[in-house]
């Protein structure tokens, strides 16, 4: 089970990341194929919980393949630091609180699959395949441009490109937790 430290710099937030991707990937592989599609009461499947994350990870992804020079016309470059890892988690939480959810297109949509084991792979191999996808993208930046380049959040405002990778990484163990939670399964330390 990962434990995430206090990544700041590329190469640790990289490392984190892709020990991230695999925990989900690992995680949710693990969940038997009808459990995976079985709605919890109240709440989303353990399906509808990955498909949001594909849903969230994608567009990080594919920001961060765009053209700086763009970004910077989008968005504007910061003026301040990024805050660390535990206070970008620490403020999301606290949106959280006050109600802050996912909405638009960040609502996951699964189809009823009738073979749940076919269904369940390809939706973890879309997982492997937006993960990858968003480190080649990280590896692309240097580490001016990650504190400099701002992006948009939903909840969360303009945040630094190293701050949404500090929110994805969040966010993905958040989800995780969610489905260990309602499964009785150990959570992972945040």
């Known amino acids: 089970m990962i434990k995430l430290k206090d990544p700041f710099s590329k190469d640790e937030v990289l490392q984190s990341l892709a020990g991230v991707n695999?925990?989900?990937?690992?995680?949710?592989a693990a969940i038997p194929a009808n459990a995976f599609f079985t709605p919890f009461p109240a709440a989303w499947s353990p399906a509808e919980n990955l498909v949001h994350l594909i849903k969230s990870v994608s567009p990080v992804a594919k920001a961060l393949k765009l053209p700086k020079l763009l970004l910077r016309v989008l968005f504007g470059v910061s003026?301040?630091?990024?805050?660390?890892?535990?206070?970008?988690?620490?403020?999301?939480?606290r949106v959280l609180a006050k109600g802050g959810r996912a909405t638009g297109r960040y609502i996951p949509?699964?189809?009823v699959a009738t073979e749940f084991?076919?269904?369940?792979?390809?939706?973890?191999?879309?997982?492997?395949?937006?993960?990858e996808r968003l480190l080649a993208g990280v590896r692309a930046w240097n580490e001016d441009d990650l504190e400099k380049m701002r992006l948009p959040?939903?909840?969360?405002?303009k945040l630094t490109a190293r701050e949404m990778l500090f929110f994805t990484l969040y966010h993905n163990l958040h989800h995780v937790n969610n489905v260990r939670q309602r499964l009785g399964h150990?959570?992972?330390?945040?």
Do not use: C, M
């Open 186 to 190: 150990e959570l992972i330390a945040l």
């Open 109 to 111: 949509t699964v189809q």
């Open 117 to 131: 084991e076919p269904a369940q792979k390809r939706i973890l191999l879309k997982w492997n395949e937006v993960g």
């Open 22 to 28: 695999r925990e989900v990937a690992d995680y949710f």
């Open 79 to 93: 003026k301040k630091s990024s805050r660390r890892f535990h206070q970008l988690k620490n403020d999301y939480r």
């Open 153 to 157: 959040h939903p909840l969360l405002d």
